[in-house]
DNA sequence: TAAGTAAAGAGAATGATATTCATCTTTTGC
DNA sequence: GCAAAAGATGAATATCATTCTCTTTACTTA
């Protein structure tokens, strides 16, 4: 009957262990193993099988999840009303992010934002782009960055236009050709980013009738730079993942633009709370800005 | 953070009155004020006035009312659910009905059902057929009694073609009549009921684009229904309020039929709890077999 | 195979909460 | 002015939540 086990128990299921849901929620593994337990006599069912090296979700509690994670998405709701409703510059916004926005968006629109709300918090959740569609339908985040058309039907903002971009190691005999021939993608080693769910690179190719020589292949976009820096080979990057790059590099067009349509989205405008609206407002305002 | 506070102050509002929320969730009057009072304490917010003879919502309880009732409700559905997941043939369903399904069916439906499911319980809330939709539509009931066609989309099933019928004391002088004459609608005393937000006797009358001559009102039909036993005049309802009357009564059909399409419905079948389906089930099965 | 590590569990202690009981206060209607 | 009906209050107590400390388990690695 008490939301805090609730809490305990979802965030729990989402770390896949007491240990670090104990230290994400601020309570002791024990506190947290003790919450479960009280809730799993309380209902009467075993929600969570526990092994080695973490928990997970019997049958049962796959059943019971969505009902105690819509129940904490309701609270986190009323209390942020709540906090609108006294009138407070306070809150918590729940944000998903994908890799180039939380590398190259976040950390500046954190700063900013807290210069002119200093009591608002944030919580950041890093995923692909259906993850985050995913959060924000079931209340898990308050808004998030996504690409453009979304899956789901959500209220989004368009922010910005994101080419990709051809990078090359500096010397490169290619390296003056602006924009990059298409032809030449097919002849020099590429280095692969081993995407997980979303196939952007490969929608790229196909688009353009051509298949590359995979080289390498790596999951960091940093280590790519890193490769490609060092005369391992060439890539593709949208280019927004190409601002502040540590090594040196040639950045060049495609023949054809291909761009992704990055954006920002929630369940519903009206329904979100004055920080997340704020925070939304910052967010169009500081990306008209930038560059 | 803890349900039963909501659940308490949820009901206080649906009640208007702490004792009679303390009542029907088995606390004291004092435990209900302590509860709200905490709860009011741990939000910051003054959810109640409370005045001579009751409470009234403050706006801003208004405006947070309803993350409290979803909270309340989801955790009644997580409940029942809990029930199915152990396979138990308890459970508590709810149930919204109108006053000619609550008198004449209600009582048979409970006992023919208690005898095949003795541990399944019922909380019966009875209002008008709006009343009704809003309960299924917010979760405040499982199911309910309808009249077809629903204005929200629920899922729905159809029960009984209900007649409106005249009704006239024995020995009137048109008692002998049937189908009774449309124009005599006109000439004899009629005895209006009063009706809240429906007005179906009214659409009647339109419909035959007639007026009668309106000798008294009454709120109850158990009312109208000895007054016009006793020969003040007659009166018109739904056949199937006129089953197991306790006064002598003539019931005559009219010359055109009019039917009010009386079915069950709720927010999800599939959704639904075991019980609640087996409710529904039984229900159309009693219903197939009556009269 | 033994030590190390990273999880979870159990029990006692204690501080915080929930609930009731008994007692007041206020308002309203007669 | 008094009874009835609603809510408020404070003390008492039982219950619960959380932490601390100590075990247990099982995988990893030397």
Redesign the pocket.
């Given at each position: 009957?008490?939301i805090?086990?609730y809490q305990?128990f979802v965030r729990?299921v989402e770390c896949?262990?007491?240990?670090?849901a104990?230290l994400q929620l601020?309570?002791?593994?024990?506190?947290?193993?003790?919450?479960?337990?009280?809730l799993e006599e309380e209902i009467g069912v075993l929600l969570?099988t526990?092994?080695?090296?973490?928990?997970q979700l019997t049958a049962e509690g796959q059943k019971l999840l969505p009902y105690f994670s819509e129940i904490c998405s309701l609270q986190h709701q009323m209390e942020e009303t709540v906090k609108d409703l006294k009138g407070l510059d306070t809150g918590l916004v729940r944000i998903g992010t994908f890799t180039s926005v939380s590398v190259q968006w976040i950390p500046f629109l954190l700063k900013s934002f807290g210069e002119l709300y200093p009591n608002i918090e944030f919580e950041i959740l890093h995923g692909d782009y259906d993850e985050i569609e995913g959060w924000i339908a079931s209340g898990r985040v308050d808004c998030g960055f996504l690409r453009l058309p979304a899956k789901r039907p959500l209220d989004v903002f368009s922010l910005y236009q994101d080419e990709w971009m051809v990078i090359l190691p500096p010397g490169h005999p290619m390296a003056g050709l602006d924009p990059f021939p298409t032809q030449a993608l097919t002849e020099c080693p590429f280095i692969q980013m081993d995407e997980g769910t979303d196939y952007e690179i490969e929608a790229v190719f196909d688009a353009l009738q051509i298949c590359p020589r995979v080289q390498y292949t790596a999951k960091e976009d940093q280590t790519i730079l890193a490769m490609v820096s060092n005369g391992l080979g060439i890539s593709m990057m949208p280019g927004l993942m190409l601002h502040h790059s540590p090594y040196p590099l040639v950045r060049r067009r495609l023949e054809r633009n291909f761009e992704r349509n990055i954006g920002i989205g929630l369940k519903s405008l009206p329904m979100a709370s004055v920080s997340t609206r704020r925070f939304l407002e910052h967010v169009r305002q500081w990306v008209q800005a930038y560059e």
């Amino acid at each position: 009957m008490s939301i805090v086990r609730y809490q305990a128990f979802v965030r729990t299921v989402e770390c896949g262990s007491f240990t670090k849901a104990a230290l994400q929620l601020g309570y002791t593994q024990s506190g947290v193993s003790h919450m479960i337990n009280a809730l799993e006599e309380e209902i009467g069912v075993l929600l969570l099988t526990r092994d080695r090296g973490g928990v997970q979700l019997t049958a049962e509690g796959q059943k019971l999840l969505p009902y105690f994670s819509e129940i904490c998405s309701l609270q986190h709701q009323m209390e942020e009303t709540v906090k609108d409703l006294k009138g407070l510059d306070t809150g918590l916004v729940r944000i998903g992010t994908f890799t180039s926005v939380s590398v190259q968006w976040i950390p500046f629109l954190l700063k900013s934002f807290g210069e002119l709300y200093p009591n608002i918090e944030f919580e950041i959740l890093h995923g692909d782009y259906d993850e985050i569609e995913g959060w924000i339908a079931s209340g898990r985040v308050d808004c998030g960055f996504l690409r453009l058309p979304a899956k789901r039907p959500l209220d989004v903002f368009s922010l910005y236009q994101d080419e990709w971009m051809v990078i090359l190691p500096p010397g490169h005999p290619m390296a003056g050709l602006d924009p990059f021939p298409t032809q030449a993608l097919t002849e020099c080693p590429f280095i692969q980013m081993d995407e997980g769910t979303d196939y952007e690179i490969e929608a790229v190719f196909d688009a353009l009738q051509i298949c590359p020589r995979v080289q390498y292949t790596a999951k960091e976009d940093q280590t790519i730079l890193a490769m490609v820096s060092n005369g391992l080979g060439i890539s593709m990057m949208p280019g927004l993942m190409l601002h502040h790059s540590p090594y040196p590099l040639v950045r060049r067009r495609l023949e054809r633009n291909f761009e992704r349509n990055i954006g920002i989205g929630l369940k519903s405008l009206p329904m979100a709370s004055v920080s997340t609206r704020r925070f939304l407002e910052h967010v169009r305002q500081w990306v008209q800005a930038y560059e």
